[in-house]
């Protein structure tokens, strides 16, 4: 019963898993929407040049004194995408952006748990920490102090 139980809840958790596949697509769809212009390996000398490059990494190209982006990826599309200056930077605007956002979701997710005992961890106002510096709860830190000043919540 628990190994049936096991795979029951493991097959109910496969579509919520985002594969290797999705996640480049995603990708590709933010180099293009960027500005990246799309170069399919659709002949065999394009295929065997493909092939040479570091798969899902960016390389850099001078052409005429400018600065080039190629992403490869023989995997999923068998493409290239191809950007100058302005179409990489966009698209590291749009990862900045999307990494802060993740880390805005992740650290502001509220606890919503009505059996959780929030006064079992004692009263928020102070604690052995307050007024005794950043170091000061963590006798095992030593006298180290990273220059912020007490913690006082």
Known sequence: MTRAAALFLALGLLPSCE???????????????????FQPANTPERQAMLN????????????DGQ????????????????????????????????????????????????????GAWGPWGGGPWVGRGWYGWNPSWGNWDPGMGPVGW
């Open 67 to 118: 600065p080039f982006y190629i992403y490869s990826d023989p995997a999923v599309c068998d493409c290239l995408y191809v950007g100058d200056q302005s179409a990489y930077a966009r698209y590291q605007q749009y990862r900045q952006a999307k990494a802060l956002a993740d880390e805005q979701q992740f650290t502001a997710m509220e606890y919503q748990d009505a059996s959780w005992n929030w």
């Open 19 to 37: 594969s290797a596949r999705d996640r480049t697509l995603a990708k590709e769809d933010h180099l293009a929407a960027a500005g990246f212009a």
């Open 52 to 63: 040479r490059l570091p798969a899902h990494r960016f390389v850099t190209r001078m052409r």
